[in-house]
């Protein structure tokens, strides 16, 4: 991929993990993650990024540590795990994160478990959430399925299967319930602001994409990489290019960062995606680029949309759901919980924040 000039935008990336906490949660690597985030926005070109992945509370304090910086998405438990947050009241909850300082919840929702550990999203369990979320306009970034050819062996690469990626041995829900109980979601909760990670997988099929988009008018999709998304759009690229600007007001710039984990990789997605969406150019993953994201035979093709299309993915969307800057964060109140909790950790930082303040 060559190196190009890009144009000035304004970029928020709405898929960003905070990928140094997932081992280690201590106040060196809390900063180190801070650095890591605010290098990436500089080096990267982006303005603003929306980090999630704790239940801690560290993106919040990464949040407050770089005001006006990150956009910080709180936890609700993914189909698998909905034992870490047992007998919720959602309204109370989704209350209690906008009053902390959140912007949205997830990323959450339904990567594919064993059917015995699965939680349907449109189940009992998380019916308050949807009706919390909606009611009071808190946006949910959501993950609903994975790539459809982890259904099939044959066809799932082997970095799927190092990672245990792989579903067709009939343990686990099929990628049509899946979408089944989102479809069940969007129609019972017409003004829910979600996005759905990764096109929804849907990119092998435009004309699906373009039924559903058109069938739920609330749903919104991000471009977070697998680049199988960049491959299967090259694939039909002048019909795709079409879809893109008839559905620009709907679609997400989003990198997936944190998946990668030193700056050349992060870069590398930003790159990719950037190449893809402004230029006609031909191109390939990158050395550069992380493991997951598949070296294809056949080059990617970008879109070259036009400037209009582009400010709305790259930012104007981001902005319409989850607001035009990041809340503020009730320092007074985040210690409190955290000291409730006994996340000493994060009551600590914050509280050295108050102090700066």
């Not at 990764?198 to 039924?211: G, I």
Request: proline fraction near 4%.
């Amino acid at each position: 991929m060559m190196e190009l000039d890009f144009e000035d935008f304004s970029l928020i990336d709405c898929h960003v993990h905070t990928w140094m906490l997932r081992e280690n949660l201590d106040q060196v690597t809390i900063e180190k993650q801070g650095k890591a985030l605010v290098e990436i926005i500089s080096e990267g070109k982006l303005s603003q990024m929306y980090i999630f992945d704790s239940h801690t509370h560290a993106p919040l304090y990464l949040k407050a540590r770089y005001p006006g910086t990150l956009y910080a998405g709180g936890f609700a438990p993914w189909t698998g795990g909905t034992a870490l947050l047992p007998d919720v009241d959602w309204s109370k909850y989704i209350s209690r994160l906008i009053q902390l300082g959140y912007d949205g919840i997830g990323e959450m929702g339904s990567k594919p478990v064993t059917r015995d550990m699965h939680i349907p999203l449109d189940s009992a369990y998380y019916e308050g959430l949807w009706e919390s979320c909606e009611e009071l306009g808190f946006p949910v970034l959501c993950h609903v399925g994975d790539v459809e050819d982890f259904w099939h062996e044959r066809l799932t690469p082997e970095w799927a299967k190092e990672r245990d990626w792989g579903y067709w041995e009939g343990y686990y829900t099929t990628l049509e319930k899946l979408y089944g109980e989102i479809e069940s979601i969007l129609f019972e909760h017409p003004s829910l602001k979600i996005t759905l990670c990764h096109f929804l997988f849907l990119s092998p099929h435009l004309e699906r994409a373009d039924e559903f988009l058109g069938t739920y008018p609330n749903a919104n999709l991000d471009l977070s990489l697998g680049v199988e998304l960049m491959y299967n759009i090259s694939r039909r690229r002048d019909d795709y290019r079409e879809f893109f600007i008839r559905h620009d007001d709907r679609i997400l710039f989003g990198t997936d960062i944190g998946v990668s984990t030193t700056l050349p990789q992060h870069l590398a997605r930003i790159n990719l995606l950037r190449t893809f969406l402004e230029t006609d150019e031909e191109f390939y993953t990158p050395s550069s680029a992380d493991d997951l994201l598949t070296r294809y035979e056949e080059p990617y093709i970008g879109l070259d949309l036009p400037r209009a299309s582009l400010e709305k993915i790259y930012s104007g969307n981001f902005r319409r759901y989850w607001g035009n800057e990041p809340r503020g964060v009730n320092l007074e109140e985040i210690i409190t919980t955290c000291e409730k909790n006994g996340n000493k950790v994060i009551a600590d930082a914050f509280r050295k924040l108050t102090k700066k303040h």
